[in-house]
């Protein structure tokens, strides 16, 4: 006996309708809760070669690869065991421009020798209400500097581009009025 086509969709759309529901109940019920659902969304900013040591700054641009610079640059990847900084924090005011080619960030390696000139990208969190401009088209994101537009909380993300593992590092920025 072959089922009843029309019977198994219907029970097909009760179930996909019961499961919404107990999604939607659980986000309200963790919205109430105070507790965020959203997943952090990182929009990259710049490209950069790390620093060669803590007291040198990273070279940094918003476009700095072209394809096949890239490509030169991933030929030999090398393994880097993390990316650290002298400062994970960075204290800011609303207006603050923050010139990404004053990041320090140094690639270290699995000797824990610092491994200067690791193509890294700079991406920043995307927040609504924002706290950083990220528009493509703001004059002073193409000149390789964050603008900050918000007060809040935000976070920045360096990771390497073109290492066997990936490594990344967080460095915050805290937004006064």
Same mark, same amino acid.
């Given at each position: ?30 919205? !109430?809760?105070?507790? @965020? ?9 710049? *490209?950069?070669?790390? @620093? ?13 690869? @072209?394809?096949?610079?890239? !490509? ?34 140094? !690639?270290?390696? *699995? !000797? ?12 920043? *969190? ?24 918000? @007060? ?26």
């Amino acid at each position: 006996m072959m089922p009843d086509r029309e019977h198994t969709s219907d029970e097909r759309r009760t179930k996909h309708r019961a499961i919404v529901s107990r999604g939607l109940c659980a986000l309200c019920l963790a919205m !109430a809760a105070g507790v @965020s659902c959203a997943r952090s969304y990182y929009v990259p900013v710049a *490209e950069g070669l790390t @620093s060669p040591s803590m007291n040198e700054t990273m070279r940094v641009a918003p476009r700095l690869f @072209s394809a096949p610079d890239l !490509a030169d640059a991933c030929r030999s990847p090398r393994r880097v065991a993390r990316l650290e900084a002298p400062a994970g924090t960075l204290d800011l005011r609303v207006g603050d421009q923050v010139a990404l080619s004053t990041l320090r960030v140094v !690639a270290v390696g *699995e !000797a824990g020798a610092a491994l200067s000139g690791v193509p890294v990208v700079i991406e920043a *969190e995307e927040l609504n209400p924002a706290l950083v401009e990220l528009r493509s088209d703001d004059p002073d994101l193409n000149e390789g500097r964050l603008r900050t537009v918000g @007060s809040g909380t935000f976070r920045m993300r360096v990771r390497t581009l073109c290492t066997p593992v990936p490594a990344e590092l967080i460095i915050t920025g805290r937004v006064a009025e």
